[in-house]
């Protein structure tokens, strides 16, 4: 069953455009553990201090714990911020800074963060005089190698500079995740076949790519994309 419609009577009546993942296929879309996507979206207790999310996920309002598909390109930057030793409220000030000065909720995947991003952590940085951000800071080619092409890389963006879809697969665009296709799963970019379903027709056929493909009446290649990406995801 589509775990989209596992969530039952919680879903929202209108869920065009918004997409839904769960913290597990958060994590295998991103390769993030999801136990921090947890952390860093529906927040965290420590000692007799509760802390909230970094922001408010698009589907905040579900009883389950959930992400839409700009929570999940959002996360994204975040593992790149911590990975660089980052601090959890560095990165929930510099969020607010450019939420406010792009009037936009998920500011981090805006391309102007690629320009503006060093200026808003420097600004933390004289708030704060948080360490961790110093090297970012100071160092130009040290932003750079966090905010690193490959991070837009795939994101298809409208006119006003919303994210509209990814193809996760680079130099590929035979896969896209797209929040008005199959709640934003991955799915087959020319035929809106999701890839889970062939990679399990796949496994289920003794690996037989050409049969597959003939099953589902598409090209041996678009079958391979799909099982390259489920086979990626679930590594």
């Given amino acids: 069953m589509n775990s989209a419609l596992s969530l039952g009577d919680t879903l929202p009546k209108n869920m065009l455009g918004i997409g839904l993942y769960t913290l597990g296929e ?29 922001w408010r996920s ?8 959930a992400l839409g598909f700009h929570d999940l390109l959002e996360v994204r930057f975040v593992h790149a911020f911590r990975k660089h030793g980052v601090s959890l409220q560095s990165i929930r000030l510099a969020s607010e800074h450019a939420k406010a000065l792009y009037k936009h909720p998920y500011p ?15 600004t933390v940085l ?42 996760p697969q680079k130099r590929n665009r035979r896969v896209v995740m797209d929040p008005n296709r199959n709640f934003g799963k991955p799915v087959l970019s020319d035929y809106g ?3 889970s379903i062939l990679k399990q027709a796949w496994d289920a056929e003794g690996e037989d790519t ?26």
């Fill in 26 to 54: 958060a994590s295998r879309y991103t390769g993030i553990p999801a136990r921090d996507i947890n952390r860093w979206l529906f927040g965290y207790s420590a000692g007799n201090r509760h802390y909230d999310g970094l």
């Fill in 58 to 65: 698009q589907l905040a309002d579900l009883e389950t714990k």
């Fill in 108 to 122: 981090f995947t805006c391309t102007r963060f690629q320009t503006d991003g060093r200026s808003i952590f420097a």
């Fill in 126 to 167: 004289n708030e704060t005089g948080d360490e961790s951000l110093l090297d970012l800071v100071k160092r130009q080619y040290a932003f750079r190698d966090v905010i690193k092409p490959s991070l837009y890389s795939g994101i298809e963006y409208s006119e006003n500079g919303d994210a509209e879809r990814w193809f």
């Fill in 193 to 195: 076949i999701d890839t």
């Fill in 210 to 235: 050409k049969f597959v493909a003939s099953m589902y009446q598409v090209p041996i290649e678009a079958v391979e994309a799909a099982i390259q990406f489920e086979q990626r995801a679930l590594a």
